[in-house]
């Protein structure tokens, strides 16, 4: 068994980002910042159709320009994840020109002639055309009789839920650099998933995994867009390998709307129905999502009403509608959100109809098992969340009537909605090495998309081996390194930090046990259970004095380092108990009356997470899922022609996000807690979390504020006019 961290050392502490001050002087190296001897550039040509076949490219004007060097139109010797000899939606790429310059290979690709035979194509979600499928990984599940239940009930809240499609528009742009030496490919890339990522470069191309390196020590923000192996990333790969030279291709903001995916849109139907006491009896809840027609993606938006209140009766169904789009991808807190914004907003609804206070509803409704698989839990400590919560919100301040509270013209409201994500675990390897001058190297084939992978790993190690965290270096952002899970799914912590205090537990394990062996240590004879480590200084726990460094073995041994290997592995708790992060969010929102604009005054919120290793960088990530959150519910939204599946807004000016102006007061605390039925370190996940319950809880205010439910976001001014 995995010995836990000692109690009150580095984790746990406020620690600034170890690499920050590489960020904030420009010394961080992004995808696209890796230079190349020979360096070449490439950009696409994407096709301008949603569905059909290329009749003719030409490249005659684009080869004329002496920068460009190559137009490549047939991608023989590349697997891609669609037929070539096809358009399978708008944005695919058809050519690829590499010039001597970005700006030639930019102009170059605008003077290639492509013509095209168009063919039948559905782009819209509510088109007659399109058609419903049942999901293949999201399976319908029912309980009880919900529908006869629905019709039984004394009080019910049925309502239609449709969100918009969100683009990914993370600061750093989809970015590629690729050389091959000889049957060896190495590419610096922006990549969520290290291992996987070097797997899918290997199936493109049918070399073995092992002859593929992929480089990606920083992220500049994916949110999920970068846990794909994306096509531009292949050709990036395929157009090195045609000329033989590095390549680099980087993605225009207009190309990543259809280069890589999104939150797909999608349409819901929740309706519950409960006793007048408020003691919910049923639930229905029906769901479909767009995805592509050529790569299907499932967005699980059905979790959380499964089991997230009592309810004797549930029915629950899904449904994917195949278009001749790009792919949908994970979106922070992918399904989960878009899930929770219809079971939270029928939740309020509920309680409105009921003339229930929300929170008291929610309590009311409180479960003792996982219903969904009849599991107990790990840990629940959502009644916590939405009592310490609401006391530190002041929601007992709260006017129940709609359209009550003024601020001028101004209509103010708050809102509350709760959050639940499961906690992912995985595999995942470690190594470690302590340094004959008494520092430690730590490394694993994780990434760091921004929430602060260095600094926790670096923590969790430094406080293992018992030495202080400026001696320790960790690394990551290698296929070299040890191999690790995609860096998604809020699976990081729990994952990669089992196994960093696994290796690091090893690797003490070792110094002690050589120690207490070693007639010329001064711990020779002791149990090792005997010897404490601190400062990098083994000493006999009874005897202090009694002791030696890790340094002093190694030089008695002649050894220049010791190291350590390991895997980390999940048991079956997950076979045995629901594991789930839980949360409950508040909003405050001001809408003019006159012009329907909705603005944020406050959200706070408070987490059960289990144990918080590093809380300056969870208070950082709780924030930023607010920020998310607030976009999507209020400004976000993509929009498409449907007569060729154009974005018409792929655009930073056009496709609307947050800036600080509409950021206010934005707070979260963390519940004291662990649960080390998950894992080793007692972490639960927090990054998909945070972003779960905000768009439910901001429309929730909305209708107190107004009495309007709004049931589409984004929740825009005609729709409060």
Known sequence: MTRPLPAALIAGQPVTRVDGRLKVTGKALYA???????????????????????????????????????????????????????????????????????????????????????????????????????????????????????????????????????????????????RWDGGRLTVWDKVQSISGAQQAYADAFGVPAEQVRVISPFVGGAFGSAGTTWPHQLLTAFAARQLRRPVKLVLSRKQTYSGIGYRPTSRQRMAIGADRSGRIDTIVHEAHTETSRYNGYEDNLMTAPRFLYLAPNMRSTYRVVPLDINPPTFMRGPGATTGAFALESAMDDLAYRLGIDPIELRLRNEPDRDQSDNLPFSTRRLTDCIRQGSEAFGWSRRNATPRSVRDGNQLIGVGVAAAAYHTGRSQCAAWARINADGTADVQSGTSDMGPGTYTSMTQVAADALGIPLSRVRFALGDSRFPAAPAHSGSRTMASVGSAVLTTANMLRDRFIRTAIVD??????????????????????????????????LLRRRGWGNLDAQQTWSPDDADQRFSISAYGAVFAEVAVDELLGTVRIRRVYACYDAGRIINPKLAHSQAIGGMVGGIGMALLEGTHLDYRDGRIVNANMSDYLVPVNADIPALDADFLTGEDTLADPLGVKGLGELVIVAVPAAIANAVFNATGRRVTDLPITLEKLL
């Open 32 to 178: 696209a910042d890796n230079p190349a001897t020979d360096l070449v550039y490439a950009a696409l040509v994407c096709s301008t159709v949603a569905r059909g076949s290329v009749q003719t490219i030409d490249p005659a004007a684009a080869v004329r320009d002496h920068d460009v060097l190559r137009v490549l139109t047939d991608f023989g010797g590349v697997k891609l994840p669609y037929d070539i000899r096809q358009v399978s939606c708008f944005g695919q790429p058809v050519a690829v020109v590499v010039a001597t310059t970005l700006e030639g290979a930019m102009h170059g690709a605008s003077l290639v002639d492509v013509r095209y035979q168009p063919g039948p194509q559905v782009t819209n979600i509510d088109a007659p055309q399109a058609e419903q499928k049942p999901g293949t990984r999201t399976r319908d599940y029912a309980r009880g009789n919900a529908d006869d239940a629905l019709r039984r009930a004394a009080v019910v809240t049925d309502l239609r839920y449709s969100i918009e499609r969100n683009n990914h528009n993370p600061m750093e742009l989809p970015s590629t650099v690729a």
């Open 519 to 552: 007639p010329g240590s001064p711990l020779n004879g002791l149990r090792p259970e005997d010897v404490s480590i601190s400062d990098g200084r083994m000493f006999h726990t009874g005897e202090p004095t009694r002791a030696e460094s890790y340094q002093d």
